[in-house]
């Protein structure tokens, strides 16, 4: 079974340009989240999408970040602009439905300039 | 607010000893969820255990085991004689099921780096 993929892996901008990250989750995952993981902490929930509906969105940063999960499976990030306190890696998950284990992708590693 | 805590920032010992990573955590929910996670230096996370908050068994895998407390609100993750490739930073994190049916996102504790050394 294939995992979640994401892409690109690694990606560094200068502040204020706008960046996208992509991510595929496990086929038949329906819940997919997002999560930022700042260099020495725990990841941090961005947004959770139930197929492509918005569960939780309350820790997006909505004045430069935007997300959204068309046809219920891929899912994109956008940041716009960005800031150099961005940097980080995002970190994208699914759940199967009533199975409540995460299975994370590699991430992509955004450093901002 | 969920709040999980991993008080050691930084364990370090040498291989074959027994190490245990704790975990404390804080919700006002009845039913939730406990998991650990491993994220090597390659960096993706890596699922270990789940456990429901009703289920106070405490669970053996290999050299793994888990001791879920609820009286104390911990869950502590100890490895029996550890070895090199268990080095890795080690996150246990809290969901609750949202009303939908499945889990909510998840709060990380700030993670511990265990060093395995040979």
């Known amino acids: 079974e294939a995992g979640v993929a994401q892409s690109p892996r690694y990606k560094i901008i200068e502040k204020r340009q706008s960046v996208a990250f992509w991510c595929n989750p496990i086929?038949?995952?329906?819940?997919l989240y997002w999560y930022q993981q700042i260099l020495g902490q725990g990841p941090k929930l961005l947004i959770q999408?139930?197929?492509?509906?918005?569960?939780?969105d309350s820790q997006l940063p909505k004045d430069r970040f935007s997300a959204e999960r068309l046809k219920g499976v891929d899912s994109t990030l956008k940041i716009q602009p960005a800031k150099l306190e961005d940097s980080a890696v995002y970190l994208c998950a699914s759940s199967f439905p009533g199975i409540y284990e995460q299975y994370f992708g590699p991430g992509t590693r955004l450093t901002v300039t | 607010a969920q709040k999980v805590t991993q008080a050691q920032t930084e364990i370090s010992v040498v291989e074959k000893e027994d190490v245990t990573l704790d975990c404390v955590y804080e919700t006002r929910d009845t039913t939730y969820y406990l998991f650990w996670y491993k994220q090597p230096p390659s960096g993706e996370l890596v699922f270990l255990i789940r456990?429901?908050?009703?289920?106070?068994q405490n669970e053996i895998s290999g050299r793994y085991s888990w001791n879920f407390q609820k009286s104390t609100s911990s869950f502590n993750f100890t490895i029996t004689a550890s070895q090199v490739v268990d080095s890795a930073v080690y996150f246990c994190?809290?969901?609750?099921?949202?009303?939908?049916?499945?889990?909510?996102?998840?709060?990380f504790g700030k993670g511990t780096h265990l060093i395995i050394q040979p």
């Open positions: 994190a809290l969901s609750d099921m949202y009303s939908g049916g499945g889990a909510d996102g998840l709060t």
């Open positions: 999408f139930q197929n492509n509906g918005v569960v939780d």
């Open positions: 456990r429901n908050s009703f289920d106070e």
């Open positions: 086929s038949g995952h329906a819940t």
